[in-house]
């Protein structure tokens, strides 16, 4: 029984993730400035995060939350959808080794802090940003 189940869950996740859109770098100026408007960032933090720095306060946070609720990789109610971040970086039909999904899920948690959405996703996207920066801008690469 515990076999079908873990087989099930497996298949609903290579389903769940098999919707997902790859982002391109496009995707990214876009939702970057649609947050930016949205949120009405000052233009020295909006500086700072075109040189991948986000520091810790409340409007960054959110700018954060923006972003990857854009990208679909974030939700406000259920966290960090880490299918979709392993997706993201690694493509399509890539390789999605187990321990590179683990990586990912240790940077992410269920909340158990009790915190808003905004200061949610900046604690899980900074460590996603510190422990996997080179990939996801290799990600986001502009293509030749």
Not at 14 to 28: C, K
Not at 64 to 76: G, N, R, S
Not at 80 to 89: K, Y
Request: aromatic share 10%; net charge neutral.
């Amino acid at each position: 029984m515990k076999v079908f189940l873990a087989i099930c869950v497996l298949i609903s996740l290579g389903l769940a993730s098999a919707d997902y859109r790859l982002r391109n770098r496009s995707d990214m100026l876009t939702y970057r400035e649609e947050c930016v408007k949205e949120l009405a960032v000052p233009a020295d933090l909006v500086e700072k995060y075109q040189k991948w720095e986000y520091p810790n306060d409340s409007t960054t946070q959110c700018y954060i939350k923006c972003v990857f609720t854009k990208w679909e990789l974030f939700d406000k109610t259920t966290g960090f959808n880490v299918e979709n971040i392993h997706q993201q970086l690694v493509g399509h039909g890539a390789d999605h080794n187990v321990a590179f999904h683990g990586k990912l899920a240790g940077c992410v948690d269920n909340n158990e802090q009790g915190s808003n959405a905004c200061e949610w996703a900046y604690r899980g996207a900074t460590c996603l940003l510190r422990e996997n920066l080179a990939q996801i801008q290799k990600s986001l690469a502009p293509k030749a």
